[in-house]
C-alpha cells in the first residue's frame, strides 16, 4: 500500500502491537520470516524473531542472510537467473529448494515448536516471502498442475484505466523488479500463472510441516491456526502484474481458519478484513482488545453465527475503494473512476461509474467512502488534535512557557467512528 509505518510514532501515541498485547496477559510471542517492519530488524512486541524478509531486499542482513552465507550462498535478484526477462519473472530459482526463502522459514518455524518447552501458550506468526514475485518455485512443485486447468487472465479493458497500466509498467521497470510488462502476451501470461501455482504449493508443502509439528507435539487440538495473504496479484488480469489497486484480483485473497470449536469444511461468504484477525486472536486468547482498536471478531470467531462487515473499505497511498458485497467503486488520485457490478460483472469488465442508470448507487458509495475517509483522517491524528481536549482550561496555560501535552490519548474506536445517518 506504500502506507508503511503511516505513524512512525505509533509507541509515543500509546498503541501497542498485538504480539505486545499477548505477551502482558502471558503469552509468549514469536516472529518468524517476512514482516515488513521498518527498519527491518525490530522486534515490534515479538519476543522471538527469526527474520527472512522481502525477496527484493537483497541488502538486509537478516537472519535468511546469513544462514545463506554459511552454506557459501547469498541472496540472489531474479535477473540473476536464466529466463527471467523473457518469462516476466517467472525462473526456477538457482538455489538449492532445501536453502530457499520459503523453506528456511518453514524449516524454522517447525524447529521453533519442536524445541518449545514452555507451558506458558505461544501465539506464532510466520511470514512466507513467497508467492510474491520473482515466480521462482522449485521444479518439484510443477508436479500435479495440471495447465489445461490453470484459469486465463481477466481481459483488459483499454478505457477502464490506461493511466493505471502505464504507471504498473513503469513501476516494474525500476530496479527492484527489471521486468518490462510494456508487452504482456497470453503465453507468459500462462508462464506467470503456472509458476505461481507451484510457489503456492510449495507455501502448502510448508504449512503442512507446521501443522504436522504441532500434531506431534501433541498441542494441534488446542491450537488455533489462521492461513491468509496481505494481498494477491494480477499475474495477467487487466494486462497488470502485482498489485496496487482495488481489482479483486490484487485484493480479494484465500482465508482459512482451525481450531477449537470450528466445524471443518464449512466455507463463510461474510465480507471481513485482515485486520479482523488480530481481534479474533484476542478474542481467543480470552484478551479484551484495546477500546481504539477499529478491528471485529471474525463472524462467530471463525465459526457460524455473527454477520461480516456491511462495507469494505481501502485505501492506497494514490487510490481509495468502497464495496458493498455488491457494487465496488475505486477511485483514484489519475482522475479514473471505476464502478463494477460484481455480482453480474466479476471480472470487472464494465464500467458503470459514467451510467446514468447507476448515478444512485455511485452517490450513495462516494458518500459512504467520504465519511470514512474524514473519519479516518481524523482519527488518525486524535493525539496531535487540540480540541481531543480544552486545553485551554488547563490551570497552567495562561502562564508563560506553557507547553501543549503531546501525544494524547487515542480515542476510543466508537468514539472515532461515530458517523451521521447518510440519506
Known amino acids: 500500500t506504500n502506507l508503511h509505518n503511516l505513524r512512525a510514532d505509533w509507541r509515543d501515541a500509546g498503541l501497542r502491537t498485538w504480539p505486545e498485547i499477548l505477551s502482558e496477559n502471558g503469552y509468549y510471542t514469536a516472529g518468524i520470516g517476512k514482516m515488513h517492519f521498518y527498519p527491518w530488524d525490530e522486534r515490534r512486541g515479538f519476543q522471538y524473531r527469526v527474520i527472512c524478509e522481502d525477496k527484493r531486499w537483497l541488502e538486509v542482513r537478516d537472519d535468511y542472510y546469513h544462514y545463506l552465507k554459511r552454506h557459501g550462498l547469498r541472496k540472489l535478484h531474479g535477473n540473476e537467473m536464466p529466463g527471467y526477462h ?131 507435539k501433541g ?30 484480483s490484487a485484493i480479494r485473497v484465500p482465508m482459512v481458519a482451525m481450531g477449537p470449536g470450528i466445524e471443518a469444511g464449512q466455507t463463510q461468504e461474510a465480507m471481513v478484513e485482515l485486520r479482523d484477525i488480530t481481534a479474533t486472536m484476542l478474542s481467543w ?27 469494505i473499505f481501502g485505501l492506497l497511498g494514490d487510490g481509495w475503494m468502497n464495496y458493498d458485497g455488491r457494487y465496488k467503486l475505486h477511485k483514484y488520485r489519475t482522475g479514473e473512476n471505476l464502478l463494477f457490478d ?16 447507476f448515478a444512485e448507487i455511485v452517490r450513495r458509495l462516494d458518500t459512504e467512502l467520504t465519511n470514512e475517509l474524514m473519519s479516518s483522517i481524523d482519527s488518525s491524528m486524535d493525539d496531535r488534535i487540540a480540541q481531543n481536549g480544552d486545553m485551554s482550561q488547563d490551570p497552567s496555560f495562561g502562564y508563560e512557557s506553557w507547553h501543549r501535552p503531546w501525544p494524547n490519548s487515542p480515542r476510543t474506536s466508537k468514539a472515532r467512528y461515530e458517523k451521521p445517518k447518510l440519506g
Open 285 to 311: 486468547a480470552g484478551v479484551d482488545q484495546p477500546a481504539w482498536y477499529d478491528a471485529q471478531p471474525l463472524p462467530g470467531e471463525g465459526m457460524p453465527g455473527d454477520s461480516g462487515r456491511s462495507n
Open 86 to 216: 523473457e518469462n516476466k519473472g517467472a525462473v526456477i530459482h538457482d538455489i538449492p529448494w532445501e536453502h530457499s526463502w520459503d523453506r528456511f522459514v518453514g524449516s524454522e518455524s517447525v524447529k521453533f515448536i519442536e524445541q518449545y518447552g514452555s507451558d506458558q501458550p505461544f501465539a506464532m506468526m510466520v511470514g512466507f516471502p513467497g508467492p510474491h514475485c520473482p515466480y521462482d518455485p522449485d521444479e518439484r512443485f510443477f508436479e500435479g498442475i495440471e495447465e489445461s486447468k490453470i484459469p486465463k487472465s481477466a481481459p483488459e479493458v483499454g478505457a477502464h484505466s490506461p493511466k493505471m497500466r502505464q504507471g504498473n509498467v513503469d513501476g516494474n521497470k525500476r530496479p527492484w523488479n527489471g521486468v518490462d510488462y510494456a508487452e504482456f502476451p497470453d503465453s507468459a501470461k500462462h508462464t506467470v500463472r503456472k509458476h505461481y501455482s507451484a510457489l503456492v504449493q510449495q507455501i502448502d508443502f510448508e504449512v503442512g510441516a507446521i501443522i504436522d509439528a504441532l500434531r506431534k
Open 219 to 248: 498441542l494441534l487440538e488446542n491450537t488455533y491456526v489462521v492461513l491468509a495473504s496481505d494481498h494477491g496479484d494480477y499475474l495477467g488480469d487487466h494486462n497488470l502484474i502485482g498489485k496496487a489497486s482495488f481489482f479483486e
Open 342 to 357: 460484481m455480482l453480474n460483472d466479476p471480472q470487472e469488465q464494465v464500467n458503470l461509474y459514467e451510467n446514468i442508470e
